[in-house]
C-alpha cells in the first residue's frame, strides 16, 4: 500500500473500563462509545478528521487492558502529543497506554495472528460491593478442576456455532481456539482463552456453559456434545460482560509494538 506524500500510520495501545462505554464501535445513537471518544480526541491533536480501526470490537461494558488501534494522518505530532495529547481529552475511564508509528503494511485487525481474553467470575453467597463493574458474580461455588477439563475440549480449529450470537455477521463460524484455561484465585475463577479470532459473543457464551459443569449440573464431556449440536439453542445463557476483559493482541514480531502485561490479574504463568 502506498500512502500519499506526508501520510503516516500511527498504532495506539488502549486500555478502558467498559462499564463507561456502550461497546468499542461508533452508533448513530449520541451514546458514548470507546471509537467515539477516541477519535474525537485524536482529531482535536490532528487538526483535521481522524478515523481509527481496531483489533477486535468489544461490546458494552467489557474492558480491555491491551486493544491495539491504528490510525492514518498527515499531521506531524510527536509521539508525547499523541499520549499526553489525547489522554488530556479522554473521558474517565479511557487511556492510551503507548504510541508507535508504523508503515502501511501493519493493520490493526488483519496484522493480528491472534486475541486473548480473561473471565473473571466472583464466587460468592454475597455480591461484591466493590468492583462489581469489573468482576462477574456467582454465588455457586464453582469447580475449577471440572471447568478446566471441560474447557479443553474448546482447543483446535472448530465450529463454534453453539457458542455464537445470533447477530453474529462472521461469514464463517470456525475458528481455531489455540488455548484455553481455568484457575482459581482465591475466591476468582479466571478464564483465559486465545483463538485467532472470536465470534461474536463467543467467550461469554462459552462461561456461560462452563459455570454449568462447575456447579455440577453438566460433566465435563457435555461441552464437547454442545459443539457436537452446532446449535446455540443447545447451550445454555451467556455469562454477563462485567468480567471480561481483551489482554492481548498478537502481532508478527517484525512490528514490534510494545507490550503491556496482560492484567487485569497478573498471573505467574501467562500465556
Known amino acids: ?22 461497546g468499542f464501535q461508533k452508533q448513530k445513537s449520541a451514546v458514548v462509545t470507546v471509537q467515539a471518544a477516541l477519535e474525537q480526541a485524536l482529531s482535536s491533536v490532528a487538526n483535521e478528521t481522524v478515523t481509527l480501526v481496531c483489533a477486535g470490537r468489544t461490546d458494552a461494558g467489557v ?51 491472534a486475541r486473548s481474553y480473561r473471565y473473571l467470575l466472583y464466587c460468592s453467597p454475597v455480591r461484591p460491593a466493590i468492583l462489581s463493574q469489573q468482576l462477574s458474580w456467582t454465588q455457586w461455588q464453582l469447580n475449577a478442576e471440572s471447568m478446566h477439563a471441560a474447557a479443553q475440549y474448546l482447543v483446535g480449529e472448530q465450529d463454534f456455532s453453539s457458542f455464537r450470537a445470533a447477530q453474529c455477521q462472521a461469514a ?45 449440573a453438566q460433566e465435563p464431556l457435555w461441552i464437547k456434545s454442545v459443539l457436537a449440536h452446532k446449535d446455540r439453542s443447545k447451550a445454555p445463557a451467556m455469562a454477563g460482560p462485567q468480567g471480561l476483559y481483551l489482554v492481548d493482541v498478537v502481532y508478527p514480531a517484525e512490528f514490534d509494538l510494545p507490550k503491556n502485561e496482560k492484567g487485569p490479574l497478573f498471573l505467574e504463568n501467562d500465556h
Open 63 to 113: 474492558h480491555a487492558t491491551n486493544q491495539v488501534i491504528h490510525f492514518d494522518t498527515l499531521a506531524d505530532r510527536p509521539d508525547t502529543a499523541w499520549l499526553h495529547g489525547v489522554n488530556s481529552q479522554l473521558p474517565e475511564g479511557l487511556r492510551v497506554q503507548w504510541v508507535k508509528p508504523v508503515g502501511p503494511h501493519f493493520h490493526a485487525r488483519f496484522s493480528a495472528h
Open 1 to 22: 500500500m502506498e500512502f500519499p506524500e506526508g501520510m503516516q500510520r500511527i498504532a495506539l495501545g488502549l486500555e478502558y473500563n467498559g462499564h463507561h462505554f456502550h
Open 172 to 216: 464463517s463460524p470456525i475458528r481455531e481456539v489455540q488455548h484455553a484455561s481455568i484457575l482459581r484465585k482465591r475466591e476468582l475463577i479466571v478464564f483465559e482463552v486465545r483463538a485467532n479470532a472470536f465470534l461474536y459473543h463467543m467467550v461469554r457464551n462459552m462461561v456461560g456453559a462452563l459455570m454449568e459443569v462447575g456447579r455440577g
